[in-house]
């Protein structure tokens, strides 16, 4: 029996326990707050990021580390892989941490991005404008998710509010041009010990107010578009010496992929992963980290991912669907917080959109649907 220990404990460390019990294996979480949901699944240390140690406690009960969450402090990564193996690599953690150092490897991979400059100072931020054009993005380069840590400036005449707004950040800012993407997709893979690399079918995923809103898998993308946003993928992880699952974001902007930015562990876009396909995600990651066999990506039919974003809404909407797929995720009702998430899943394009046509309703979320079942009635 080997335990597998992770740092971080929210849904994404609960997923993957949920995974992992199957194939025989123990858990061990760790997270600075005594009630990280992961904590319900699996027994939870609670300790800073940087209390050596419980860490060192922590080190000495499993056989391999792991991430739930990407900001763990590089330090504490290596700190960590000096004493147990850690997979994704510590060098893996720490570029995927930083916007300006994983957009440089995107484009040293052949990876094209939105034009982006280096912003420390309220000259700096002038000059990138300046650069970049505006519309543009002013972002933190480091801890920001769900859309956080970001001011969207129209024009120069927003410099001031967006420097008032970010600038005291001490991480150092980066300023990307915005960009009017067609759509925006995900490739979730994974790579073995071995270096066997396999990507599960691209998805399409919908943002609001830069948070995933819902996902559509397999996406309705040029098989050519797919195929190099695969082999896009392997590149980076062959230069990063990636194990484990990871998610590469792309914006499809004139027919073009544009690389956003990657995340070092399974990802939200991925979630249909656990009904939708053979082998899920966080299996996978669980076997990658192991050194096992990794299981099959293929799809089983379409899927509908739809986050539930603040509160849950009523699970019997999903529930009702005979291949409707509920998660709630055991948090309490926060704003923003992603409290939970459901998977509805089809045959074929039309009784997957005939399914969601009815959630919407039952839900009073068309909004939220609408996007995905426009997708699904045009291709
Ligand atoms: N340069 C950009 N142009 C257009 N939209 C963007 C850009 N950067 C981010 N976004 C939108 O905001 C969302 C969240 O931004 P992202 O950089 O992925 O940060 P996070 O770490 O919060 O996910 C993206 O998925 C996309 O919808
Ligand atoms: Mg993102």
């Not at 194939?23 to 760790?30: A, D, E, N, S």
């Not at 720490?94 to 916007?99: F, G, M, N």
Request: charged letters at 25%.
């Amino acid at each position: 029996m080997q335990t597998v220990g992770i740092l971080g404990g929210g849904q994404l460390a609960r997923m993957l326990v949920l995974a992992g019990a199957p194939l025989g294996m123990r858990f061990l979480v760790v997270d600075q707050v005594d009630d990280a949901c992961a904590g319900q699944v699996a027994p939870l240390i609670r300790a800073d990021w940087r209390d050596f140690d419980a860490l060192e406690k922590f080190a000495r009960q499993i056989d391999v580390a792991t991430f739930d969450f990407e900001n763990v402090p590089a330090e504490t990564a290596q700190w960590l892989a000096e004493r147990t193996q850690v997979f994704p690599n510590p060098r893996a953690l720490s570029t995927a941490q930083d916007r300006l150092a994983e957009k440089t490897l995107f484009r040293e991979c052949g990876l094209d991005t939105p034009a982006f400059a280096k912003v420390d100072t309220r000259e700096d931020l002038d000059a990138a404008l300046r650069a970049v054009g505006a519309p543009a993005i002013l972002k933190t380069r480091r801890l920001g998710y769900d859309g956080k840590g970001q001011f969207r400036l129209r024009s120069m005449a927003d410099a001031d509010a967006a420097w008032e707004a970010l600038g005291a950040n001490a991480n150092g800012l980066i300023l990307e041009a915005f960009v009017p993407f067609e759509c925006e997709v995900s490739v979730v893979a994974v790579r073995g010990r071995d270096g066997e690399f396999r990507t599960w079918p691209l998805t399409r995923n919908w943002h609001s107010n830069g948070i995933l809103s819902a996902s559509l898998a397999p996406a309705d993308i040029d098989p050519k578009l797919q195929a190099h946003a695969f082999e896009l993928a392997r590149v980076l992880a062959e230069k990063l010496d990636y194990v484990g699952v990871f998610a590469l974001e792309l914006f499809v902007h004139q027919g073009k992929l544009l690389g956003n930015e990657m995340a070092p562990r399974v990802h939200n876009s991925g979630h249909w992963t656990i009904e939708g396909a053979i082998a899920s995600q966080f299996e996978n990651h669980v076997r990658a980290v192991l050194g096992l066999p990794l299981g099959d990506t293929a799809a089983l039919g379409r899927s509908c991912m739809l986050n539930w974003i603040g509160e849950l809404p009523d699970a019997r909407a999903i529930l009702n669907e005979s291949d409707g797929h509920w998660h709630d995720y055991g948090k309490s009702p926060r704003a923003g917080r992603k409290v939970g998430h459901a998977t509805v899943r089809a045959r074929d394009d039309a009784s997957l959109a005939a399914a969601l046509q009815r959630v919407g309703a039952a839900l009073g979320r068309g909004q939220q649907i609408a996007p995905v079942i426009d997708a699904l009635t045009k291709r």
